[in-house]
């Protein structure tokens, strides 16, 4: 029973760029969340997505979207990158209607 | 505000002995989830207790238990019988209400095990 994935495992990107990581939630969840967590930091909340819509929001700016696909997997985008968003981004998968969410390794973005 | 507060930046224990870490919460709402994850240096988050706030019984997990404190909005997590591969930073969260499934984190707890 596959957990939940990500990639890639490390990315670079410099000032102004756009980035996009990918997350493959645990075989029988359908909703996926992503969070960011800063060095030192606990993750907060960036939105969730259910049946392909962006359910719930934290407090993160438009350059922040995301996508899910009819398989349940997601994507999130950063545009115009900012040294600020240098952090570990983590995706977390769970069942509707269910609490408990299940956590994938995370993607460690770097800006330059 | 919905806030998760650790108090304890770092906590260290000898192996095989127990280890209690702290988290008090902030919420209006009465019905709520609490969770302990662990977050090794590998960077997985992984769930090591979950407490669903009707329930009075405190969650057990084999070594891991809580301390379920509703009135006080306490929620802190013992460890017993602590191993090496216990080294982790963990971090209380909740889900403030049955409306949300936004999980909200404190700023962890670094826990380092000695032999």
């Known amino acids: 029973d596959a957990g939940v994935t990500q990639s890639p495992t490390h990315l670079i990107k410099t000032r102004g760029q756009q980035v996009t990581l990918r997350c493959s939630p645990k075989?029988?969840?359908?909703?996926v969340s992503w969070y960011q967590q800063a060095l030192g930091q606990g993750p907060q909340f960036i939105f969730q997505?259910?049946?392909?819509?962006?359910?719930q929001r934290g407090n993160f700016p438009d350059r922040f979207s995301g996508h899910q696909f009819p398989n349940y997997s997601s994507e999130l985008n950063v545009n115009a990158l900012l040294l600020g968003d240098s952090a570990l981004y983590l995706c977390?998968?769970?069942?509707?209607?269910?609490?408990?969410?299940?956590f994938g390794p995370g993607t460690r973005l770097t800006v330059l | 505000a919905q806030t998760v507060t650790q108090s304890q930046p770092e906590m260290s224990v000898q192996e095989a002995e127990t280890v209690t870490l702290s988290c008090t919460y902030d919420?209006?709402?009465?019905?709520?989830?609490l969770f302990w994850y662990k977050q090794p240096p590998s960077r997985q988050m992984i769930l090591v207790i979950r407490?669903?706030?009707?329930?009075?019984q405190n969650a057990t997990e084999n070594r891991f238990s809580v301390n379920f404190q509703k009135a006080a909005k306490s929620f802190s997590l013992k460890i017993s019988d602590s191993q090496l591969g216990d080294t982790a930073m963990y971090f209380c969260?909740?889900?403030?209400?049955?409306?949300?499934?936004?999980?909200?984190f404190g700023t962890g707890t670094r826990l380092q095990v000695f032999p």
């Open positions: 997505y259910y049946e392909e819509e962006e359910r």
């Open positions: 969260a909740f889900i403030p209400s049955y409306n949300t499934d936004k999980l909200i």
């Open positions: 407490q669903e706030a009707y329930k009075q």
């Open positions: 977390a998968s769970s069942r509707r209607g269910e609490d408990t969410q299940y």
């Open positions: 075989s029988g969840h359908d909703t």
């Open positions: 919420t209006s709402e009465n019905n709520y989830y």
